[in-house]
């Protein structure tokens, strides 16, 4: 008991060690997301959802340490809010995303965050932007966290143009229940978002419900 | 800097302006190491039920490997409605729900509207967070709001998590072991204060810093009700606190006066001035 130290984790920041994932359609974008939290070794939530809405119609996905990713997205949140009353419309998809870059490269010595911002608006449909370290780039999908190492290869390889919304949806869900297999940090349920004109959606998919692989 | 009055707002984006102050902090320490401070062991848990919220917690402060308080009280006032267990350093769980509760205190008078659960969380997570963790304080916050049954985690980096069922501290794991073996969803009031007074029992037993009494605190549209202790520990002290004793407890066996001869050397006389 004497000189003994607390356990490590007790200290440790919260990271969301992630797989996060967004890919564009032909009338809209798909997120998905793992919902595993640790700090160090242990699990603080296996439930969380780190798809936070910026807007109706634009979500971003949150990987890297959760206090400040989240707070880089309420900050987002409230600077979309006030924007989009100026112009007296909905904002951009772009908008969005350039918003997010600003706080991720003005802090980018002090913030440990990447955040991922895909959406529908009604000039460019959708959308998908990542936003790491500062860069703002379109893509037609981006992955990210931690368990996206383990499936760059799946998704170069399996990645069409053109999907239909339930392949897109199909599509995720098999990245994201790969990368859970494999990465330590990523696991629990999958939450997938869909973004189109009609509206946006939001599903969780139980851990029994995931797709199987090999070995499984 | 933590603001002392929720109506002046902060500005806006992260505020960084004590980063250099504390790297010239550090070096005035020998090997650049920062005192740590002192942490107390804890199991805190917050459970969700069918018309409300139950809280909590044991009553072991620590301080390095000694008891120092056996009845500590870590379940913490922030509203009629809002209550909060605190983990980590004592001192500044203490004082970040002292700033919160006198915050929404404020905000009560100022808007004449109750406080909600989640104004708490927001005014705790913007604090912790740009103290980016310097403020050792893990908390578990719960109410009944007009908008529902809350419970809420902030951790001390400002992450916040919402669940039906919580626990924090370095009893977390075994009180959480109970928590996600027995939590139903919609549970009634005798089941949930009896599922938050075995899961802090787990942490008093197997974490060494978590021990004695229960404290429960169950709060609904009704009110709160803080209950001090739940259970108590069944290792009693039966150490007297108060040592008093009876006027001729002790014989007197001789007694002897001595007058002191006195002599006034002056005499002084000041006017008191009562105006």
């Known amino acids: 008991m004497l000189g003994e130290t607390e356990p490590e984790w007790l200290s440790e920041e919260v990271k969301t060690g992630t797989t996060i994932i967004a890919i564009e359609f032909n009338a809209g974008v798909v997120l998905g997301s793992d919902s595993r939290v640790s700090a160090g070794a242990s699990v603080v939530n296996r439930v969380m959802n780190k798809l936070s809405p910026l807007h109706d119609k634009i979500y971003c996905a949150l990987s890297g340490s959760a206090a400040d990713a989240q707070t880089i997205a309420e900050i987002v949140n409230y600077q979309l809010d006030v924007h989009s009353t100026e112009i007296g419309e909905d ?50 999908f981006a992955i990210g966290g931690s368990g996206s190492s383990y499936v760059y290869g799946f998704v170069d390889a399996e990645y069409r143009r053109g999907m239909s919304k339930e392949e897109c949806q199909q599509f995720v869900v098999n990245t994201l229940s790969l990368a859970m297999n494999r990465d330590g940090s990523s696991g629990g349920v999958a939450y997938i978002v869909t973004i189109d004109e009609q509206g946006t959606e939001e599903k969780v998919i139980l851990g029994n419900d995931l797709p199987t692989f090999v070995d499984q | 800097m933590a603001r002392p009055n929720v109506l002046l707002t902060p500005a806006a984006g992260f505020d960084f302006d004590n980063a250099a102050r504390n790297v010239a902090l550090e070096g005035l320490f020998e090997g650049g190491q920062t005192p740590k401070p002192l942490k107390t062991g804890t199991t805190i848990a917050g459970v969700v039920f069918k018309d409300g919220v139950v809280l ?92 529902g049954n809350h419970l809420y985690t902030v951790g001390p980096y400002g992450s916040v998590n919402t669940m039906p069922y919580l626990a924090m501290g370095s009893g977390d794991l075994a009180a959480l072991g109970i928590l996600e073996d027995r939590f139903k969803p919609d549970l009634e009031l005798e089941e949930a204060k009896e599922l938050v007074r075995v899961a802090i029992h787990a942490g008093i037993m197997s974490d060494l810093g978590s021990g004695n009494n229960v404290d429960i605190c169950v709060i609904t549209r009704k009110g709160a009700d803080y209950i001090r202790p739940f259970q108590e520990s069944e290792y009693k002290d039966t150490r007297k606190m108060k040592y008093r004793y009876r006027p001729g407890t002790t014989p007197v066996l001789t007694e002897k006066v001595v007058p002191l001869e006195l002599e006034v050397v002056q005499e002084t006389v000041q006017q008191m001035d009562t105006a």
Request: aromatic share 6%.
């Open chain 2, 56 to 147: 909590g917690a044991d009553t072991r402060a620590t301080s390095s490997e000694v008891v120092a308080d056996k009845m500590c009280a870590k379940i913490h006032y922030i509203a009629p409605n809002i209550y909060c267990c605190g983990a980590g350093t004592a001192a500044d769980t203490e004082k970040t729900t002292d700033l919160v509760s006198s915050n929404l205190t404020i905000f009560s008078l100022n808007s004449d509207r109750n406080p909600r659960v989640v104004m708490a969380v927001n005014i705790l997570q913007d604090m912790l967070y740009r103290y980016h963790g310097k403020i050792g304080a893990s908390l578990i916050l719960g109410g009944v709001d007009c908008t």
């Open chain 1, 91 to 140: 904002p951009q998809v772009r908008s969005a995303a350039t918003l997010v870059r600003n706080i991720s490269y003005k802090y980018k010595e002090e913030l440990s965050a990447h955040l991922i911002v895909a959406g529908w608006d009604r000039r460019d449909g959708g959308q998908v932007f990542a936003t790491l370290n500062g860069l703002l780039t379109r893509q037609p």
